[in-house]
């Protein structure tokens, strides 16, 4: 996308043969590239929001006219580097809780989404799996979807809180920092499980690798341990909170406008 200086690259999964040789299941990944990303450029990430929505809105299951849509925050609100799924969900427009009471009215709108959000926080916090907390309440509220959002850790520094990925095969919370949970995706919650992540942390070993021109450092080096994030992460990450947030809303509820959504948001 010249225009918007947006690169998107969709590779689709759909054989046996090449998710064993990938190593990824089958499904489809999109990653989006905007190098001006971190830059503070409210229009910029109003246009990266708009595009990231169309994305999110291909890949939606079902040709239901209504869904009902869960949302799940991952990481950590304490970490600044971890807080991007807590954050997404302070940018979006729910809205469950109200079309039940009051109906699509409430709206003026005739076409409404069921929006509704979880945070499940960490196990250290709450001394369960994050999978327990959320199947509990998939089953509960049974959603036609769950769109999960999460940090990533990055293979390059220049992908840094730079390029977005989605994909419809689900996620494996903390897998990126070595920390493995336990996955969640449509064989697990039962549901189709949509992911959305931002790289926003570094191995220290990846920097060196990078800073030294290599295409990596052996498994022994030093810095695989050490985590590295931008010195403005905070800034970057509530940016990043606010497009996400933005672009899933705008996908979910294509009858409002931007300048509608940012009025109900604000």
């Not at 916090?125 to 999960?148: H, N, W, Y």
């Amino acid at each position: 996308e010249e225009e918007t200086d947006i690169r998107i690259t969709k590779v689709t999964i759909d054989t046996k043969n090449a998710e064993k040789t990938l190593g990824k299941p089958m499904g489809v990944y999109v990653t989006m590239e905007a190098p001006a990303m971190v830059e503070p450029d409210d229009d910029y990430h109003r246009e990266i929001s708009e595009a990231l929505a169309e994305e999110l809105l291909k890949m939606m299951p079902g040709e239901a006219e209504e869904l009902s849509v869960l949302i799940v925050g991952l990481g950590n609100r304490e970490v600044t580097a971890d807080a991007l799924g807590p954050q997404v969900v302070d940018n979006l427009l729910i809205t469950r809780h109200v079309v039940r009471a009051y109906g699509k009215a409430a709206y003026n709108c005739t076409r409404m989404n069921l929006v509704s959000s979880i945070e499940p926080g960490v196990m250290a916090k709450t001394g369960m799996e994050t999978a327990e907390i959320i199947s509990g309440v998939v089953k509960e509220t049974q959603p036609d979807v769950l769109i999960a959002v999460d940090a990533l850790a990055a293979r390059s520094t220049r992908r840094l809180n730079r390029t977005i990925q989605i994909t419809n095969t689900g996620i494996q919370p903390g897998s990126g920092v070595g920390n493995h949970r336990a996955a969640l995706d449509e064989e697990s919650l039962g549901v189709p499980v949509l992911a959305i992540g931002v790289p926003t942390v570094v191995e220290g070993a990846t920097l060196a690798a990078d800073l030294l021109g290599c295409d990596r450092l052996p498994q022994s080096a030093p810095g695989r341990d050490i985590l590295v994030t931008p010195r403005d992460i905070d800034r970057q990450v509530a940016d990043l909170s606010k497009i996400l947030g933005y672009a899933i809303s705008m996908a979910l509820q294509p009858g409002l406008g931007l300048e509608e959504l940012e009025l109900l948001l604000s």
